[in-house]
């Protein structure tokens, strides 16, 4: 069961670092990047309501990997 829970929350992280990389090369219409943002954008929104803007840096997805890293720790201690 710890295993499952580690590579739900491994599947989730990549999915991050995945959405952010082709941020960057890819057009935002592609259907590529739809989908990872359609799984991404949801978890990001609560965070970027609450972080202040800074300017052209947007450190919302890490701290979505981070908090990602915390739940899945304080999952996987809950169950042993």
Do not use: K
Not at 27 to 41: F, G, K, N, S, T
């Amino acid at each position: 069961m710890e295993q499952a829970i580690a590579l739900i929350f491994d599947l989730l992280s990549w999915i991050v670092i995945i959405d952010i990389l082709l941020g960057y090369f890819m057009d935002p219409y592609h259907p590529l990047r739809q989908a990872l943002d359609r799984i991404v954008e949801p978890m990001l929104a609560p965070i970027r309501r609450i972080l202040p803007p800074t300017g052209m840096l947007d450190f919302s997805p890490l701290v979505l990997l981070i908090l990602l890293q915390i739940l899945s720790a304080v999952i996987i201690n809950a169950f042993r």
